[in-house]
């Protein structure tokens, strides 16, 4: 297992993590100067901090750090309602893929899709399996266009608790049942995005890393999870505040191969997103290298 005490070569900021600082939006470029300043190798950003800052400057802005990508947040939300819901998701993960592309990064993340409508507040309708079969049916679609690019897929299994509106994939077990099905050869080009807050309390985590293995494993995401938990989605701790065994799961990720970037996701509407963006990073930064 990699030592990440005396450096920080294995962090990548997901900005998210510093999206709002303060009640105000932080910039893209101005994180990504923040970033570049303290020796962070790698980010990865988010679809509508890219689309703010411009994807042309973006990619320009990234090159001149020498800054490269551990993700790019984020493709998928495959479920629809009728036809027209269809191809507008079908549009906007192409967008999502060549954006991927523009910025060179190794995976597009997919947060899957829930109940169509429910992230609005009004579910379509109650049927789950649906939702799962249409997932399955847009994440085929979505294969054949990320392979005709090079880019490959991470499926993000999130928490059981945003299955209505998030993501009906829950577990790695589920995410990796997808994966078999639709490229049973293991090519590289569909794996999964290992997040410690969403699969930390999963009895077949250890296994289903191992099933996963060294091709399937495109991304890591750390943070922890805080006891209580106030807010469903914005209340992540810092690494080291929480109950996750972090280093724990490290060993198990490394254990298979896995030798990228682990990238700190945090939404904190209370806490860290209320102090200034550099000492949440400088924080980042020491905790990886102590708690991760
Ligand atoms: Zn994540």
């Known amino acids: ?30 994180i990504l100067d923040a970033c570049a300043k303290r020796g962070v190798r790698a980010v990865s950003p988010w679809r509508d901090q890219v689309a703010a800052a411009g994807l042309a400057a973006t990619a320009s802005q990234l090159k001149a750090h020498g800054i490269e990508l551990s993700g790019y947040c984020r493709g998928g939300l495959f479920t629809y309602t009728d036809e027209t819901s269809r191809q507008a998701v079908r549009d906007d993960n ?13 995976c597009l993340v997919l947060v899957v899709g829930g109940l169509p409508g ?4 009004k579910a379509a309708h109650k049927d789950i399996a649906l939702a799962r079969s249409q997932v399955a049916e847009g994440l085929a679609w979505l294969l054949g266009e990320a392979r ?65 293995g060294r091709e399937r494993l495109l991304a890591f995401h750390v943070c922890d999870w805080l006891v209580p ?8 701790g810092m690494m080291g505040d929480g109950v ?34 550099g000492e949440v990073i400088d924080t980042c930064i020491e905790r990886h290298r102590r708690c991760v």
């Open 118 to 121: 429910a992230l609005a507040g």
């Open 1 to 30: 297992m990699r030592d990440f005490r005396p450096d920080h070569r294995w962090l990548s900021m997901n900005t998210a993590t510093v999206r709002k600082q303060r009640g105000e939006p932080w910039p893209l470029p101005q």
């Open 148 to 212: 005709a690019r090079r880019m490959p897929l991470a499926i993000e299994p999130l928490h059981p608790m945003y299955a209505a509106d998030r993501a009906c994939v829950n577990t790695m077990a589920q995410a990796l049942d997808l994966c078999d099905a639709l490229d049973p050869a293991r090519s590289g080009a569909l794996g999964v995005a290992v997040d410690a807050y969403h699969v930390w309390w999963d009895p077949q985590l250890q296994a289903q890393i191992e099933r996963a």
């Open 244 to 277: 996750i065994d972090l280093p724990r799961l490290r060993g198990w990720v490394e254990a298979v191969g896995f030798a990228g970037y682990s990238e700190v996701e945090i939404f904190s509407r209370a806490n860290w997103w209320q102090r200034d963006g």
């Open 94 to 106: 192409l967008r999502a893929l060549d954006e991927a592309c523009t910025l060179n990064a190794p």
């Open 229 to 236: 938990t106030t807010d469903l989605l914005e209340d992540r």
